[in-house]
T-cell receptor, first 115, second 113 residues
């Protein structure tokens, strides 16, 4: 069964450094998302992306964050100057078509640890 | 008031028991309701997806939605040790865009053999 793939599974970075999290969505999916889950808390929406543009973003997704689809398969989340509070699991998700009735499929996440 | 409330548990049941997991919500704009299962160190895996009020069954799983009470449930029949995981409810409002999911905190379930 097709799946969303995320790399790396665990990233350890010094505070202030830039980090790029990578995702390969399911191949025929057109809508992409990033969510994060701080330990012990809810999964929270960061950003959605379609047709090389951000569709929607949350308050969490401030100027230190950016997303990109550099080629036909990868979807990346960049955090420019990491902070301790950025430590979390970051999940990529994709859906096939537009609309609330299209289920979102998640990858297994990247655990980001900021030291 | 939080948008989606879910008792985090943990919930521990013997193998074969019927499990009931619940979420309440406050935003009447939510129209689509999902249950995800999350194993340790894994991403959320979609289990059930419902729109209208009523029941939807898939094997041992039944999802129930009561929009008038803003209450959703997931029932697991004949629970197995492999059902041990965190169960997340998620919901989404009616929107033509790629609208984000709003999650509950998740309920950790342990099924004891």
């Amino acid at each position: 069964e097709p799946e969303v793939t995320q790399t790396p599974s665990h990233q350890v970075t010094q505070m202030g450094q830039e980090v790029i999290l990578r995702c390969v969505p399911i191949s025929n999916h057109l809508y992409f998302y990033w969510y994060r889950q701080i330990l012990g808390q809810k999964v929270e929406f960061l950003v959605s992306f379609y047709n090389n543009e951000i569709s929607e973003k949350s308050e969490i997704f401030d100027d230190q964050f950016s997303v990109e689809r550099p080629d036909g398969s990868n979807f990346t989340l960049k955090i420019r100057s990491t902070k301790l509070e950025d430590s979390a699991m970051y999940f990529c998700a994709s859906s096939e078509r537009k609309g609330s009735n299209q289920p979102q499929h998640f990858g297994d996440g990247t655990r980001l640890s900021i030291l | 008031q939080k948008e989606v409330e879910q008792d985090p548990g943990p919930l521990s049941v013997p193998e074969g028991a019927i499990v009931s997991l619940n979420c309440t919500y406050s935003n009447s704009a939510f129209q689509y309701f999902m249950w995800y299962r999350q194993y340790s160190r894994k991403g959320p895996e979609l289990l059930m997806y419902t729109y209208s009020s009523g029941n939807k069954e898939d094997g041992r799983f039944t999802a129930q939605v009561d929009k008038s009470s803003k209450y959703i449930s997931l029932f697991i029949r004949d629970s197995q040790p492999s059902d041990s995981a965190t169960y997340l409810c998620a919901m989404i409002s009616r929107n033509s865009g790629n609208t984000p999911l709003v999650f509950g905190k998740g309920t950790r379930l342990s099924v004891i053999a």
